[in-house]
């Protein structure tokens, strides 16, 4: 500590007289362990989210606010975390990520009530309410940051890692069924360099926080991306007028003109005899429609479609690629 000591006095001086030396100066860099030459995880995770490989229409998914269950109560790390997560969705082209801020108003308004917990059940109250395809959600268990100091001759270093660990699951809106529930781990290092790197830590740093949970998200997105490209796309009649039908996907959703489409109307629950849990709906075949438009909406996302087949269709009947 003395070295220090001398060491920031003689900077002090040096500041005064208008001399910033480097040594007195400040060198701060993060990064966040990526373990692509161990597993191969980057590389591969490059490959799944390969939009040039992906036909598919997107899938319309919602991001809820992690629970923050750490046991200091780490602030915003809930709402970092969803946020976090949300961006990674979008850049891999595969998804419509519904704005985090939009999910919570749903949830505040009618689902939620005073429980804060989302479940299959109000999941798929969702999935009808604003169209998603699937539900992301999870809970944030433990956080930690801890630090080392160095001193050195002509100054000192200081490294900060911080760790993290959650859990996520994966609600089908369309069926309230939980597809998967996992968990990951992340570890982000933020070392600085020279003496007045080593002054003690007196402010939260979301830096930290936010690199740790970006190396975990982006870790378990591989399982996400494998989850939910398993799932058939499907969307919503939203309105309808004699023989016109719109539904909530267009253009943004990768539907084009002359794309097949099947309507289904959902029917009673299928329960497990075992364990007593839902594990899908029924669904009854209505028609089919053809795209005829795909470029209505205040972004793109909404189509016209004229029926080829069937009769009946209702506000709020499931529609999936043809099959038929």
Do not use: H
């Not at 489409?261 to 209505?286: A, C, M, S």
């Amino acid at each position: 500590m003395k070295k220090v000591t001398r060491f920031l006095a003689k900077c002090l001086v040096l500041a005064a007289l208008g001399v910033f030396p480097a040594a007195c100066m400040q060198t701060t860099s993060g990064a966040v362990r990526d373990d692509s030459t161990l597993t191969g995880t980057s590389k591969q995770l490059q490959i799944t989210s390969d939009v040039s490989q992906y036909r598919a229409p997107k899938l319309r998914v919602g991001v809820i606010n992690f629970q923050n269950k750490t046991p200091s109560r780490v602030p915003g790390i809930g709402e970092s975390a969803a946020d976090i997560l949300g961006t990674l969705l979008q850049k891999t082209g595969r998804f419509i990520v519904i704005p985090q801020q939009d999910m919570q108003s749903i949830l505040l308004q009618q689902l939620m009530g005073a429980t804060g917990a989302i479940n299959p059940e109000t999941a798929a109250k969702m999935g009808q309410i604003m169209g998603l395809n699937a539900v992301v959600t999870g809970i944030i268990t433990a956080y930690s940051d801890t630090e080392e100091a160095a001193v050195f001759g002509t100054g000192g270093s200081k490294k900060q890692t911080a760790r993290v660990t959650l859990e996520y699951r994966i609600v089908d809106t369309t069926t309230g069924v939980q597809l998967v529930a996992d968990s990951g781990q992340g570890v982000y290092e933020k070392k600085a360099t020279q003496a007045l790197s080593m002054e003690s830590k007196d402010t939260y740093d979301t830096d930290l926080r936010d690199g740790a949970l970006r190396d975990a998200l982006t870790r378990v997105m591989i399982t996400m991306m494998q989850q939910l490209g398993n799932r058939r796309w499907s969307s919503r009649i939203a309105s309808f007028s004699g023989n016109t039908l719109y539904i909530n996907a267009g253009q943004k959703s990768g539907l084009n003109v002359g794309d097949k489409l099947d309507v289904y109307r959902e029917g009673e629950e299928i329960i497990d005899p075992d364990n007593k849990q839902k594990i899908g709906t029924k669904e009854d075949f209505i028609g089919s429609v053809v795209v005829i438009r795909n470029d209505l909406g205040d972004q793109t996302d909404l189509s016209v479609v004229q029926p080829t087949s069937g009769t009946g269709f209702k506000k709020g009947d499931i529609v999936r690629i043809s099959t038929r």
